[in-house]
């Protein structure tokens, strides 16, 4: 059954508020659309068919996966346009090839020489003629994985993907890791760094005779923030969908475009130490620290209004053990202890939603206020 309002659910709990989620799709999809590219969300940020359903209906077609057990758990919903855009491991094969029998349109990537001839080999020990999609990463900004653009490497990689009668070479991608460490106009001139960069490999594979059709490019800032996206075929968003504090803080959303927080209890309070000590700590919020070193250090998270979702002040979870959150003013003010009774519920926004939604089952889904609409459930881990 579910729960009534905020109060009926055990603590620490998730909750999305349906209406600021709706606000960000719609604005990523004009977005794209403004750019004249095909909008690919990413489904590692909601891992839940409600949240595609609602991507689908505001355009999209085909969807990123970051496990193969995301691409299991949407596909057995319906959904078979999905790209796994994590570098391939060859033990995945079987798993993979599973998924394409049964009419999924799966494409892998692997991004180097060395992963483009362990896949081959992984396909060709396949039993049968089905055939695996490949795409290779470009390194454009170090930030993460990916090949050279420079060298023999990436035409040899995709000649070998492309001749192997078990694999089909599908084009390129780039991730720009690194527009999470820039103000907007930065981010902007990186993106058309990779923009260029890219356009440079496609030519280079069309120039040996190889083909190149997918070109993939992503990150939601570089895409929120780019100029133009001439020659890129899809744009790759994810964290868009939920946003967090990190987000604000380069300037890719407002924190009242923030739709995921966590509902926690206030277990204690330390008047001695100008502190409240809540139900939630690193598993319920995760350590991610990715707000320190920027304009707003929100600690492992900012405290909100539980019923309205409103920022309380500067109150903010300042340190955390596995279960426990200690939650205090970042200016050293003062708390009001009064408002914080043993028992009382707060909301905590996160500064990563991924890391933080991948601890729960599930979605308390509101709309503004403190009534539960319904529960969405959610898909975690790598294999069942």
Same mark, same amino acid.
């Given at each position: 059954?579910?729960?009534?309002?905020?109060?009926?659910?055990?603590?620490?709990?998730? =909750?999305? +508020?349906?209406?600021?989620?709706?606000?960000?799709?719609?604005?990523?999809?004009?977005? %794209?659309?403004?750019?004249?590219?095909?909008?690919?969300?990413?489904?590692?940020?909601?891992?839940?068919?409600?949240?595609?359903?609602?991507?689908?209906?505001?355009?999209?077609?085909?969807?990123?996966?970051?496990?193969?057990?995301?691409?299991?758990?949407?596909? !057995?919903?319906?959904? +078979?346009?999905?790209?796994?855009?994590?570098?391939?491991?060859?033990?995945?094969?079987?798993?993979?090839?599973?998924?394409?029998?049964?009419?999924?349109?799966?494409?892998?990537?692997?991004?180097?020489?060395?992963?483009?001839?362990?896949?081959? %080999?992984?396909?060709? !020990?396949?039993?049968?003629?089905?055939?695996?999609?490949?795409?290779?990463?470009?390194?454009?900004?170090?930030?993460?994985?990916?090949?050279?653009?420079?060298?023999?490497?990436?035409?040899?990689?995709?000649?070998?993907?492309?001749?192997?009668?078990?694999?089909?070479?599908?084009? =390129?991608?780039?991730? !720009?890791?690194?527009?999470?460490?820039?103000?907007?106009?930065?981010?902007?001139?990186?993106?058309?760094?990779?923009?260029?960069?890219?356009?440079?490999?496609?030519?280079?594979?069309?120039?040996?005779?190889?083909?190149?059709?997918?070109?993939?490019?992503?990150?939601?800032?570089?895409?929120?923030?780019?100029?133009?996206?001439?020659?890129?075929?899809?744009?790759?968003?994810? =964290?868009?969908?939920?946003?967090?504090?990190?987000?604000?803080?380069?300037?890719?959303?407002?924190?009242?475009?923030?739709?995921?927080?966590?509902?926690?209890?206030?277990?204690?309070?330390?008047?001695?130490?100008?502190?409240?000590?809540?139900?939630?700590?690193?598993?319920?919020?995760?350590? +991610?620290?990715?707000?320190?070193?920027?304009?707003?250090?929100?600690?492992?998270?900012?405290?909100?209004?539980? %019923?309205?979702?409103?920022?309380?002040?500067?109150?903010?979870?300042? %340190?955390?053990?596995?279960?426990?959150? *200690?939650?205090?003013? *970042?200016?050293?003010?003062?708390?009001?202890?009064?408002?914080?009774?043993?028992?009382?519920?707060?909301?905590?926004?996160?500064?990563?939603?991924?890391?933080?939604?991948? !601890?729960?089952?599930?979605?308390?889904?509101? +709309?503004?206020?403190?009534?539960?609409?319904?529960?969405?459930?959610?898909?975690?881990?790598?294999?069942?």
């Amino acid at each position: 059954m579910t729960p009534a309002t905020l109060a009926d659910l055990q603590t620490p709990a998730l =909750i999305l +508020d349906r209406s600021k989620v709706q606000r960000n799709i719609s604005r990523m999809a004009e977005r %794209a659309a403004a750019l004249g590219v095909a909008l690919r969300p990413h489904l590692k940020t909601p891992k839940c068919v409600h949240i595609a359903a609602l991507l689908q209906r505001a355009g999209a077609t085909g969807f990123n996966v970051s496990t193969l057990k995301e691409a299991e758990f949407f596909h !057995a919903a319906g959904i +078979d346009d999905l790209y796994y855009c994590v570098p391939f491991a060859p033990n995945k094969a079987q798993r993979a090839a599973a998924l394409v029998r049964d009419g999924c349109r799966l494409t892998l990537m692997t991004d180097s020489l060395d992963g483009a001839r362990a896949a081959v %080999a992984a396909a060709e !020990a396949l039993a049968g003629d089905t055939v695996l999609t490949f795409t290779l990463e470009i390194d454009v900004d170090g930030y993460r994985s990916g090949m050279a653009l420079d060298g023999p490497d990436l035409v040899l990689a995709a000649r070998l993907l492309q001749k192997s009668r078990a694999t089909r070479f599908a084009g =390129i991608m780039s991730y !720009a890791g690194a527009s999470y460490g820039k103000t907007p106009a930065q981010t902007a001139d990186l993106t058309e760094t990779h923009r260029r960069a890219l356009a440079r490999a496609r030519a280079t594979l069309l120039e040996s005779g190889l083909d190149c059709e997918r070109v993939s490019f992503g990150s939601t800032p570089a895409v929120l923030h780019a100029r133009e996206l001439t020659g890129i075929t899809e744009a790759r968003c994810g =964290i868009y969908m939920f946003q967090d504090l990190f987000q604000a803080g380069i300037g890719a959303c407002e924190r009242d475009d923030i739709a995921l927080s966590v509902l926690a209890s206030v277990t204690s309070r330390q008047p001695r130490h100008n502190r409240l000590v809540i139900d939630a700590g690193g598993l319920a919020l995760s350590k +991610d620290r990715s707000t320190a070193g920027r304009d707003f250090d929100a600690g492992y998270g900012l405290v909100c209004d539980a %019923a309205s979702g409103a920022p309380l002040g500067d109150l903010a979870v300042t %340190a955390v053990s596995q279960e426990l959150g *200690l939650v205090t003013s *970042l200016s050293g003010a003062p708390l009001d202890f009064g408002r914080f009774p043993v028992g009382a519920l707060v909301r905590i926004l996160p500064n990563h939603a991924d890391m933080t939604a991948a !601890a729960y089952e599930h979605y308390a889904v509101v +709309d503004g206020g403190a009534e539960v609409e319904t529960v969405w459930a959610r898909t975690n881990h790598w294999a069942d």
